[in-house]
């Protein structure tokens, strides 16, 4: 699978605008880039996940360029409680299904 | 709907002694199940593949006795620490794959985690 390297933190305010990019290099054209969160002592959840283009949901959105080598998450005015590590993932969709998590993104949400 | 449970949220107990720990889907059905552990600070690392009916796939570097895996029902895998050590104290999660959306991408539904505390 391909290997995922993202910025290991990130500090923002809220009500900001928040991107973070993640690139994959190899990524293979069976692959999906997925994006989770997760809250201290929790259990990740899913965000959202795309192939090209731009994806959008109620919390996040997902630029993904032609070339698909990078994916830049955008979190849309950013509230305390998105304070989390973000992990952002390459996952095929076919043969072995079990997720790789890199080291994640650690944002910091101050007032 | 989609969640996952994990019982129990924490536990403490000496060293030398078994730990079970239960992931269930409670809305769906999960051919497959996968185990987590996850040190403070750290990524999570992926442990093992539970599969319904048959033999959990260990990663390399997890030692399948020491960690002992059962997938018995379509709702159910178990996570068993044999022997723990103060090593093995560890944030373990799980996640499951709804059966019904095996040709969709690939989304999992993580479990809350369990903390495993050895003395």
């Known amino acids: 699978l391909a290997k995922t390297t993202q910025p290991i933190s990130m500090d923002s305010y809220e009500g900001q605008e928040v991107n973070i990019t993640c690139s994959h290099n190899n990524i293979a054209t069976n692959d999906y880039i997925t994006w989770y969160q997760q809250f201290p002592s929790q259990g990740p959840r899913f965000i959202i996940q795309?192939?090209?283009t731009k994806v959008t949901n109620e919390v996040a959105s997902l630029f993904i360029p032609a070339d698909r080598k990078s994916s830049t998450l955008s979190l849309p005015r950013v509230s305390l409680s998105d304070t989390a590590v973000y992990y952002c993932?390459?996952?095929?969709?076919?043969?072995?299904?079990?997720?790789?998590f890199g080291s994640g993104t650690r944002l910091q949400v101050q007032p | 709907g989609a969640v996952v449970s994990q019982h129990p949220s924490w536990v403490i107990c000496k060293s030398g002694t078994s730990v079970k720990i239960e992931c269930r889907s409670l809305d769906f059905q999960a051919t497959t199940m996968f185990w987590y552990r996850q040190f403070p600070k750290q990524s999570l690392m992926l442990m093992a593949t539970?599969?319904?009916?048959?033999?959990?796939?260990?990663e390399q570097g997890v030692e399948k006795d020491k960690f002992l895996i059962n997938h018995a029902s379509l709702t159910l895998s178990t996570l068993t620490v044999t022997s723990a050590h103060p090593e093995d104290s560890s944030f373990y999660i799980c996640?499951?794959?709804?059966?019904?959306?095996?040709?969709?991408?690939?989304?999992?539904?993580f479990g809350p985690g369990t903390r495993l505390t050895v003395l």
């Open positions: 539970s599969n319904e009916g048959s033999k959990a796939t260990y």
């Open positions: 996640s499951a794959r709804d059966r019904r959306r095996l040709a969709d991408y690939n989304e999992q539904f």
């Open positions: 993932l390459v996952v095929s969709n076919t043969g072995r299904r079990a997720l790789t």
């Open positions: 795309g192939y090209k």
